[in-house]
């Protein structure tokens, strides 16, 4: 579900017909994230389980299967350059499109922790995967770091010029290759992450998706959707579900497909770590 008023999807846009269903992380870590914890068949035989507990619940809205690969990952360690950014090579980025392809060329999300770095020095760097029609780009405030903290010492942000950028870049790669909408999936759980929201602008050649980020148990991460997701919205909404840090607290349990569709709005987007 989307807000309104808002540009009317062009040709061949995933949104609003489709609810995705995403898989994250890194193959060289278990730890970031679904995607990288299991073999590949493994992995896409419990997303597609997932896709057909999505449809179950929701018959109107097809739910369809995506990775989402985090290209660019915020690192303690300095790095030569001192930008605590660890930016993954080609060949990473092409298993998991291979990956991708081999099980019915599913949308491929790559996701940026810019850390000490900029959007406009990492987003150009993936030009050659965002021309390609079923590449969308994903962006993490949480490592953002303007103050020149290290990540992870506290939470980043991105401002509306940030996400603004991000969404005029994809937009040019879609009017000079006559590409289909790209999604922005914006990563948010504080009011801070996303500043001047109101000066998004809106695009027919990107889909913007705030997606709610937070974990913990099901009550806490509701009331964190209608906080900062419900109160500001800009185009289309996410919600991220963790297999394991969402079950750390009482009643240790997982937010439910029918829990989630009876938020206002209901989430396009929804991510599994």
């Given at each position: 579900?989307?807000?309104?008023?808002?540009?009317?999807?062009?040709?061949?846009?995933?949104?609003?017909?489709?609810?995705?269903?995403?898989?994250?992380?890194?193959?060289?870590?278990?730890?970031?994230?679904?995607?990288?914890?299991?073999p590949?068949k493994e992995?896409i035989?419990r997303?597609?389980?997932?896709v057909?507990?999505?449809?179950?619940?929701?018959s109107?809205?097809?739910a369809?299967?995506?990775?989402?690969?985090i290209?660019?990952?915020?690192?303690?360690d300095?790095?030569?350059?001192?930008?605590h950014?660890?930016?993954?090579p080609?060949?990473q980025i092409?298993?998991?499109l291979?990956?991708?392809?081999?099980?019915?060329?599913?949308p491929?999300?790559?996701?940026?922790?810019v850390?000490?770095?900029?959007?406009?020095e990492?987003?150009?760097?993936?030009?050659?995967?965002?021309?390609?029609?079923?590449?969308h780009?994903?962006?993490?405030?949480?490592?953002?770091?303007?103050?020149?903290s290290?990540p992870g010492?506290?939470?980043?942000?991105?401002?509306a010029?940030?996400?603004?950028?991000?969404?005029?870049?994809?937009?040019r790669?879609?009017?000079?290759?006559?590409?289909?909408?790209k999604?922005l999936?914006?990563?948010?759980f504080?009011?801070?992450?996303?500043?001047?929201?109101?000066n998004?602008?809106?695009?027919?050649?990107?889909?913007?998706v705030?997606e709610?980020?937070?974990?913990?148990?099901?009550?806490?991460?509701?009331a964190?959707?209608?906080?900062?997701i419900?109160?500001?919205?800009?185009?289309?909404t996410?919600?991220?579900?963790?297999?394991?840090?969402?079950?750390?607290?009482?009643?240790?349990?997982m937010?439910?497909?029918?829990?989630?569709?009876?938020?206002k709005?209901?989430?396009?987007?929804?991510q599994?770590q």
């Open positions: 579900m989307a807000v309104s008023p808002q540009p009317l999807p062009l040709k061949g846009a995933l949104l609003p017909e489709h609810r995705i269903i995403a898989y994250y992380g890194n193959l060289y870590s278990k730890r970031m994230g679904i995607l990288g914890e299991l590949p992995m035989r997303l597609n389980e997932e057909v507990r999505w449809n179950d619940a929701d109107s809205t097809k369809i299967a995506a990775l989402h690969y290209a660019v990952t915020a690192q303690s300095a790095g030569r350059d001192g930008k950014r660890l930016r993954m080609d060949k092409d298993s998991v291979n990956i991708a392809r081999q099980h019915g060329n599913l491929v999300f790559l996701d940026i922790q850390a000490l770095s900029t959007l406009q990492e987003i150009p760097r993936l030009e050659k995967y965002l021309r390609l029609p079923q590449v780009l994903g962006i993490d405030p949480e490592f953002s770091m303007k103050d020149g290290k010492t506290r939470i980043g942000s991105f401002d010029r940030d996400i603004n950028y991000a969404a005029d870049f994809l937009a790669l879609v009017k000079e290759s006559q590409l289909p909408p999604l999936v914006v990563h948010r504080t009011a801070g992450m996303v500043r001047d929201y109101k998004i602008k809106l695009r027919p050649e990107v889909q913007v705030i709610m980020d937070g974990w913990g148990p099901p009550a806490l991460k509701k964190t959707y209608r906080q900062f419900y109160r500001e919205p800009v185009q289309f996410g919600f991220k579900l963790f297999y394991k840090n969402d079950l750390k607290q009482a009643p240790k349990r937010l439910t497909p029918t829990e989630l569709l009876q938020l709005p209901a989430p396009s987007y929804i599994y």
